[in-house]
């Protein structure tokens, strides 16, 4: 009997160990679409905001990128315009608020 029970948690412990491993390997796909969207978001809104603004030098995100309460994704950016360094907040169709 003592061998059964051996078994039965050896066989409850690698199931453990496969469940575990599924979570991880899920969380870390998931994770990675999140950076990848949000990247693809930025580029998104740098380019909108290039087309309003002329004269950006530099833009730098200062986040990765957050949805508002009304479900507009906007991210915090300081620019760089002819020299000058502003802090901006941009969405995807460009500048929302600035200096």
């Given at each position: 009997?003592?061998?059964?029970?051996?078994?039965?948690?050896?066989?409850i412990s690698i199931i453990i160990i496969f469940i575990l491993l599924v979570i991880g390997i899920g969380r870390?796909?998931?994770t990675s679409s999140k950076e990848n969207e949000n990247i693809e978001r930025q580029r998104t809104?740098?380019?909108?905001f290039k087309k309003i603004?002329?004269?950006i030098e530099k833009i730098k995100f200062n986040e990765s990128g957050l949805y508002s309460g009304s479900g507009i994704w906007y991210v915090g950016v300081n620019v760089i315009?002819?020299?000058?360094?502003?802090k901006e907040i941009a969405e995807m169709i460009g500048i929302v608020l600035g200096e």
């Open positions: 009997m003592g061998e059964k029970n051996n078994k039965s948690i050896l066989i870390k796909a998931y809104a740098a380019v909108a603004q002329h004269g315009i002819d020299g000058k360094s502003y």
